[in-house]
């Protein structure tokens, strides 16, 4: 099994661009999670998922959207990208609300 | 709002002792507490996850403790190794609130 599997690994982009962030996990998981971690910072959750159609707000949303089509797959979408949002994203997945998170190793992103 | 704090910040000890991480949370609520290693570049690995119902966990060298009513959860690794040097994140709450994470050195 993959896991989860995050694309692309690196990107820049410049300001006022938009850009989705791919995210796919092969373990048949219910609930899947999308964190940024700025440097030394803990993460913070930006949106989730409890299943494909239904999604909900972390802590930092602002600025990114989710969808979630299909159990597999919880693409994360900038539209007008700024400099505030140059951080590593992390996806996850986990079977359940109570069950140990799985993680991608990350996309880093950089807004010149 | 809900706050995780880790300390220390750093830790480098020498290979084969035993050492304690911590882990406190502003939020009483019950919830799970997961303990997770990131290497550098990499994403993060589960170690451990206590259930809300749970005092405490144990895999291997790592064993981990919850205690709600005083907002602290603790890593003990026992005998440490050089290939337990990562950075160690510890996550809890409604909206998964991590801690900014104990760096963690251990020199042969």
């Known amino acids: 099994n993959a896991g989860v599997t995050q694309t692309p690994k690196f990107r820049i982009l410049k300001i006022g661009q938009s850009m989705t962030l791919q995210c796919t996990q092969d373990?048949?998981?219910?609930?899947m999670y999308w964190y940024r971690q700025d440097p030394g910072m803990g993460l913070k959750l930006i949106y989730y998922?409890?299943?494909?159609?239904?999604?909900d707000k972390g802590e930092v949303p602002n600025g990114y959207n989710v969808s979630r089509s299909t159990t597999e797959d919880f693409p994360l979408r900038l539209e007008l990208a700024a400099p505030s949002q140059t951080s590593v994203y992390f996806c996850a997945s986990s079977e359940g609300g109570g069950q140990p998170q799985h993680f991608g190793d990350g996309t880093r992103l950089s807004i010149l | 709002k809900q706050e995780v704090t880790q300390i220390p910040a750093a830790l480098s000890v020498p290979e084969g002792e035993n050492l304690v991480l911590n882990c406190s949370f502003t939020?009483?609520?019950?919830?799970?507490l997961q303990w997770f290693r990131q290497d550098p570049g990499k994403g993060l690995t589960s170690l451990l996850l206590?259930?809300?119902?749970?005092r405490e966990q144990t895999s291997g060298r790592l064993n981990a403790s919850l205690d709600k009513s005083s907002g602290r959860s603790t890593l003990y690794i026992a005998a440490s190794q050089p290939g337990d040097s990562a950075t160690y994140l510890c996550?809890?709450?409604?909206?998964?609130?991590f801690g900014p994470g104990t760096r963690l050195s251990v020199l042969p």
């Open positions: 998922s409890v299943g494909a159609g239904i999604t």
């Open positions: 939020d009483s609520a019950i919830y799970n």
């Open positions: 206590i259930q809300s119902s749970q």
């Open positions: 373990m048949n998981h219910n609930y």
């Open positions: 996550c809890y709450g409604q909206n998964f609130v």
